[in-house]
């Protein structure tokens, strides 16, 4: 198919100082998980991007001196010469594709605590983070920065941008950004200086601008400078000069940098789940860095469509169209968009599972795309997958996210395949929680898949068929895989920290109930240990319906590992404009004569509330009924010429939909398979030397 010549413009090349990207796509800095200690992952995760048509593919963020040490966040380190033979394996891998290679160079400063190298850390004024998130929190303040902490500083940098550019890198990075080392100069709350470096703006500016001068100086000319810069903070503030201190900023360094990054200054406001922002959420902050540089200037903002796209270069918004989590969910998206096959994109959601692996130090999962992570571990293609091995016919029972997923990719191997699903509409758990507040992006799961699917001739779906172990005995297919979900327990929490204590009768529902479409009675308790998404979305959704709504938690949050997906501030504004009331630290001991009781976590004291419905959002339990009742005929199926038996998703382990997608891609993929090749390769970090 040819590309639409609407999005021409996107693949107009762009000069970025010495070097020029094939086209305005550009994978901005994200760490994913794999650092110096998993190098062949690495290069081959950056490698698909290139590989997918981005014009640059960036690192994550790299640290330039053993005093910015994240342990145990997964950073990459640019250090010595070792660690230049480790990212060449990324630079070489993404040469080979047509991309320029970026990296960002990195300091934490006085947001990292150095637990591996037990230097102490350093700020500006010896302001430490006093992150309220536990994975950031420490109790290692950092000194205040003296004169030659700035040199050496400099130096750290010039160092690593030399290697840098020794490891082939293409664009090499000033990151003031997001709370690290040149971003707590820029802000009065971290730096209370008095020398050149503090005070005015242009003051506090001084080490953006001299780290962007020693950068320049050590790439000789070779590798464009980019500058990373959050602006949300600075965007607030007034200036005498300026409409704002952003502006004033940008004003300052307007030429020095080669390309400007620019982004916003949090995570949860920089990488914001969809339930809570748009496609183009940056915009009102940084739609007027192009009005005062002539460099080119690279944003973000969940861009999926190729007309947002088109919109914010012809408003001259952006040059380049920055992703992360796009590029993560579909690295093939400018292929796609080049091909005139849009409708192949496999937008990302926004669930944000991918930053909770980098909170979790773990190699970037996805729930919209099984294989990231997987490119050389396990040898996965997001486009290839290997032909069937045999002639075989697959029914798949169940039609939500593991079942769809599995379906696909099955069929894509060109099997014969059948999907059965119960219900008359395909999605299974999807069906009701994209109903829920700000969750119908993640109908995308669904979208993308059904639309996949109506395209290949060998996979038919039956709805409203709900299959017994007889039937299926009938079926005469080669293989079954059971796909039927789970179902959420009426258990409550024990304080050993288990679902324990069933609880039953008139009122007492769950989710599925909600679901269903029982209307709960007034007032509402939720009762939320399940931590993830559902307790919070639901207690909204019950509250926006109209209901009297009260949540309660044994946790200190509400949804409280949403805190990972950089959800959990917003879950709480949001139930607060919901008027829920809020009751953490707090489990539900009893119900019952209308009244529920409560007991504080850690004094036991109890209180009473009005109740007419209990919805527990706790427990879930793989409904594999089905499974157990076809695996205990083993003769049976073997007379039926059923070789295998299997269960997926959250019928064989009750998670996110990010597991549920991955476990029916990985049961596609390994049907057939060599077992001898079914073991994940061991990454290892290069040998070092002597
Ligand atoms: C998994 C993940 C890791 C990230 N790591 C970094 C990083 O190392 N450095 C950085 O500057 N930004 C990092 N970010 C932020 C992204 O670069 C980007 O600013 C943000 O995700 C918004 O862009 P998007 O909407 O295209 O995802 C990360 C984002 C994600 C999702
Ligand atoms: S994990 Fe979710 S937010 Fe992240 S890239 Fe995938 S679909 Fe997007």
Request: glycine share 10%; with cysteine; charged share 20%.
């Amino acid at each position: 198919m040819a590309r639409n010549p609407r999005y021409d413009l996107l693949f107009e090349p762009v000069k970025i100082g010495p070097v020029t990207a094939r086209n305005r796509f550009y994978a901005v800095p994200h760490a994913a998980g794999m650092t110096n200690s998993m190098p062949q992952m690495r290069a081959a995760f950056r490698a698909t991007k290139a590989e997918g048509g981005w014009g640059v593919v960036c690192s994550g963020y790299v640290s330039i001196d053993p005093g910015s040490d994240d342990t145990p966040l997964p950073y990459a380190t640019l250090w010595d010469d070792d660690d230049v033979r480790s990212h060449a394996l990324m630079t070489e891998a993404v040469h080979r594709h047509g991309a320029l290679a970026g990296i960002e160079l990195w300091h934490g400063g006085g947001s990292v605590m150095n637990r591996l190298t037990r230097t102490a850390p350093i700020s500006p004024s010896g302001t430490g983070w006093m992150a309220t998130h536990v994975g950031f929190m420490g109790n290692q303040r950092p000194r205040v920065m003296e004169a030659q902490d700035i040199r050496a500083l400099l130096a750290a940098q010039a160092a690593a941008a030399r290697r840098a550019r020794q490891a082939g890198f293409d664009i090499v990075y000033v990151y003031a950004g997001m709370g690290y080392l040149p971003y707590e100069f820029l802000l009065p709350e971290w730096n209370a200086r008095t020398d050149a470096y503090g005070g005015s703006l242009a003051n506090r500016a001084r080490i953006v601008r001299e780290l962007l001068e020693v950068t320049h100086e050590a790439v000789g000319g070779r590798c464009a400078v980019a500058l990373r810069v959050s602006l949300e903070e600075l965007r607030a503030r007034p200036s005498a000069s300026a409409a704002s201190e952003a502006h004033e900023l940008v004003a300052l360094l307007a030429d020095l940098p080669d390309l400007w990054d620019v982004k916003l200054d949090s995570s949860p406001t920089d990488c914001p789940p969809s339930r809570f922002a748009a496609e183009g959420s940056h915009e009102g902050v940084i739609d007027f860095v192009k009005r005062l540089t002539s460099r080119p200037v690279v944003g973000v903002g969940r861009f999926t469509s190729p007309d947002t796209m088109v919109g914010q270069i012809r408003r001259g918004v952006l040059d380049l169209i920055g992703a992360a989590r796009p590029s993560i969910a579909d690295p093939f998206l400018p292929s796609k968009i080049d091909q005139g096959r849009e409708q192949d994109i496999r937008e990302c959601i926004g669930c944000n599972i991918c930053i909770s692996s980098w909170h979790d130090s773990v190699p970037v999962r996805c729930t919209q795309n099984p294989t990231i992570g997987e490119e050389w571990r396990r040898g996965w293609h997001p486009e290839r997958i290997a032909p069937a091995a045999g002639s075989a016919s697959i029914l798949v029972v169940g039609a939500g996210p593991a079942g769809l997923e599995c379906a696909l990719s099955l069929g894509r191997r060109g099997y014969e395949v059948t999907v059965a699903e119960a219900a008359e509409d395909l999605g299974g758990r999807l069906r009701f929680e994209t109903r829920l507040p700000g969750l119908a992006a993640w109908g995308r799961v669904l979208d993308w898949r059904r639309g996949q699917l109506a395209r290949l001739g060998n996979v038919a779906i039956y709805r409203g068929n709900r299959l017994s172990a007889d039937d299926i005995l009938g079926l005469g297919n080669t293989h079954v895989v059971v796909a039927t979900g789970a179902r959420w327990a009426k258990l409550l929490w024990s304080p050993l920290e288990v679902a324990a204590g069933s609880l039953a009768g008139p009122g007492v529902l769950t989710p599925d109930d909600i679901a269903a479409g029982t209307r709960p009675q007034d007032p509402v308790v939720v009762y939320d240990f399940d931590n993830y998404i559902m307790g919070g979305a639901l207690a909204e959704h019950l509250a926006r319906g109209g209901h009297s709504v009260r949540y309660v938690t044994p946790a200190g949050h509400a949804s409280a590992w949403t805190i990972m997906s950089n959800e959990q501030p917003q879950v709480h504004r949001a139930l607060a404009a919901a008027h829920v009331a809020v009751h953490t630290l707090t489990r539900v001991t009893g119900f019952e004569a209308g009244v529920v009781t409560l007991a504080s976590q850690f004094t036991d004291a109890l209180s009473r509330h009005e109740c007419g419905s209990l919805v527990i959002v706790g427990a879930r339990f793989a409904d594999d009924a089905l499974h157990a009742a076809l695996t205990a005929r083993p003769a049976e199926l073997a007379d039926a010429g059923i070789r295998s038996v299997a269960r997926i998703g959250d019928a064989l382990a009750p998670g996110a939909v990010v597991h549920a997608v991955y476990s029916g891609h990985r049961y596609a993929r390994e049907l057939d398979a060599d077992p001898a090749g079914l073991t994940a390769r061991r990454d290892a970090p290069l040998a070092r030397s002597a």
